[in-house]
Structures are given as C-alpha cells and as structure tokens.
C-alpha cells in the first residue's frame, strides 16, 4: 500500500510526465531530421510544469518568445554585419535592444531576447540562412510545445484545482499551528520571540497559492480543468492570515499576574483556541483529501467557533459593565479590546472560508449511497426508519 501511495505522490508523477516529454520530443526531432532536435527535448521539458495551467503558461511563453525572437534575429542576422567584432557588437545591440523592451513590456515574450542571440550568433558560420535557421528554431520549439502539451494533458494529467486545495490546506495548518501558539497563555519567551518567522512562513505559503490559482484561472478560460473559482478561497486565507497578524500583536505581551479580568477571560479564550484550531484542521483536512470525508464534500461546521468566540466577546461585555475594565491599566484594556476585535473578525473569515471551501471541494458522489437508499426507486419518498434526533443543546440558535 505503502508502494502505491508513492505512486501518487505528485513530484513521481511529475518526474514521470517529464521523462515520457523528453523521450517523446527526441523521437519526433529525429522523425523529422531536425538539425538541432535537442531544442525540441529542453522545450517539451520546460513546458511540464506541475498543472496543466502551467504547462499551458509555460507553453505560451516559449512559443511566443521564440516566435518574436526568432523573427527579428533571422531579420537583423540579415541585414547586419557580421565582418569585425565592432561591427557584431553593433549587430547584437540592435538585436537584443527592442526584445529586451518587448521583455520587459510583455513578461510572455522574455525569450525573445535569447532566441534572437542564438540566430544571430549561429547564422554566421553555417551554410544556411538567417531565415531557414529561424524557421527551424521555430519548428524545433512548435514540437516540443505540441509534445508537451499532450504529455500534460493525457499522462496523468495534474488539474490546477488540486494543487489549489493542496496548498490551502497547506496554508489552513500553518494557521492552526499559529493560533495555536498566540492563544497560548503560557507561551515561553523564545517560542513568542520566533513568531516573527512563522509569520513570515505563512505569508510565503500564500504565494505558491497565488500561483496555483492563477493555472487555475487559465484552466477555466480555456475549459481544460475544473470551472470552480479559486480566487475566493485564496482571499479568504489571506484575510485569515491578517486576523492572526491583529491576534498576535493583542497577545504580544502577557497580561500582568493576578488580574482578575485576565483569569475570567481565560477560560473563553481558551475554548476560542481549541476550536478554532479544530476547524483549521478539520478544513485542512477536507481540502488535502475530499474523498476522506466519505464523499460528502463538506467540511466542519463552524458553529462551534462562533460559539466560543461569542462567549468570549459575551465575557468581555460582563467585564465592562462590572466596571472591571475600568480600573485596569490602559495597555491591557487596549490588549482586550483588540484580542476581542481580532477574534470577531477571525470568526468571521472562517465562516467566509467554510463556505469558500464547500465550493471548491468536489461535490459527493452518487455510489456513495447507502444500500437502502439505492434500493428507493426514484420518485418513491424514503421511509424513515427512525425519528429524527433531538437537537443539541450546546448548538447555538440560528440567531
């Protein structure tokens, strides 16, 4: 079992689409008798990228700057001279002046400058001209495209909608792991001053979902993958990152020991804690493996975070109408009334990521059915075989 979970493992299936491109790139160069049939190998090779958007970015950009590059090169190769090195220089600079603006103009056409180089420089010395050099760069680049595009999208094809969940789960933990250690009240010393680097090990798990969900948007415009919109979802995590950014600067400092305010709210805070890390994980959980859920395209509610943290912001009331606050000191009022803010908004943005992840999540499936309610013809309402259960006392009301 253990062989065939590292069969699916990504990085193995990539590796595999890989090899099957390049090999299928030389074949074909050598089919065809192309004179530089490696370019057609390093093409298809970069062209497999992780998800099929990707590969379909990729494919793109070396398309687009070969095509560019190649054009003005075989032109310049052409018209230029080529009998002095001040002459080649020369040469070179009107070459590579234009595409490098076009470069950083349009990001899409960023080879062209290469390409240019190459069919300026090795235009020189063969028999063949500038022109039939271009075309069969182009030629060479055309196929490996092809080839990679083909391997992308029929060898294990990897949809950008999975990379998308993968990451957000990714992403979910890193922030159970930080709310975890913020609501903490006996955090050490050392762990609260190394909280500036697990910020900042979130704010970079962000930018890999940024990507993915770009392939997934060029996915979606093309119709080769799944027609769900990621960019919700990635909003979302993102708005939870700086609620925990607000979190982190209510708690960077502990409260003072024997305030009676402090040991009141502890109790709330520290149930806001444990389910607000148990959602994480649990949602976490749901976007890395839907099919764990047994096919029912759901993850935890969230009810149980809102509860918690209504009982928190609840306390917090108590203590200013006591007159409690009021008499403690004003940095840790101010510490209260933010933690307080930043839990409501925190509360917020994970019913906000509930609903974004019950939209990205693969519906359930029909086979997933119970034997009795396969055997139900269509159309016949189902015998309930036992009354419905009682609600739950501890489940809030619906206002």
Not at 124 to 148: C, H, K, P, W, Y
Not at 248 to 260: E, I, L, W
Request: glycine share 6%; net charge neutral; with cysteine.
């Amino acid at each position: 079992m253990s062989l065939l979970a590292a069969l699916r493992a990504p990085e193995v299936r990539l590796a595999f689409r890989v090899t099957v491109a390049g090999t299928a790139a030389l074949a074909m160069a050598r089919l065809f008798n192309l004179p530089q049939g490696y370019w057609a190998v390093i093409t298809a090779i970069m062209v497999m990228q992780a998800s099929i958007g990707g590969s379909l970015k990729a494919a793109l950009d070396r398309f687009a700057g070969t095509l560019s590059g190649a054009a003005w090169g075989a032109l310049v190769a052409t018209f230029g001279l080529h009998d002095t090195l001040l002459h080649l220089c020369l040469t070179l600079a009107v070459a590579l002046a234009p595409l490098a603006w076009l470069a950083a103009r349009y990001p899409v056409c960023k080879l062209a400058p290469v390409t240019a180089v190459i069919v300026l420089l090795t235009s020189g010395g063969g028999t063949q001209s500038s022109f039939m050099l271009a075309l069969d760069r182009v030629f060479e680049i055309v196929i490996g495209n092809v080839i990679g595009l083909a391997v992308a999208l029929f060898v294990f094809p990897a949809r950008a909608h999975g990379v998308v969940l993968t990451t957000a789960a990714r992403v979910a933990d890193l922030c159970a792991d930080m709310l975890d250690v913020l609501l903490d009240p006996d955090l050490a010393d050392d762990v609260r001053q190394g909280l500036s680097k697990r910020h900042a090990q979130l704010w970079a798990a962000l930018r890999p979902l940024d990507t993915a969900a770009e392939e997934a948007q060029r996915e979606r415009r093309t119709w080769l993958g799944d027609q769900r919109d990621p960019a919700p979802l990635v909003r979302t995590l993102t708005r939870v990152r700086h609620d925990l950014v607000m979190v982190g600067r209510a708690t960077s400092s502990r409260a003072p020991s024997g305030v009676a305010a402090a040991q009141r709210l502890e109790g709330p805070q520290a149930e806001v804690r444990r389910q607000g890390v148990l959602f994480l994980r649990h949602a976490a959980m749901a976007m890395r493996a839907p099919s764990a859920l047994h096919g029912q395209g759901q993850i935890p509610p969230v009810e149980p975070v809102q509860a918690a943290t209504h009982a928190y912001l609840d306390m917090v009331q108590t203590l200013r109408a006591e007159g409690v606050l009021r008499e403690l000191p004003r940095g840790v009022t101010g510490q209260i009334y933010t933690l307080s803010f930043a839990l409501e908004q925190l509360s917020q943005d994970l019913a906000d990521l509930h609903a974004r992840a019950e939209e990205m999540i693969p519906p359930a499936r029909h086979q997933d059915k119970t034997p009795e309610e396969a055997a139900v013809p269509a159309g016949v309402e189902p015998v309930a075989t036992q009354p419905p259960a009682a609600p739950s006392q501890d489940t809030p009301s619906p206002g």
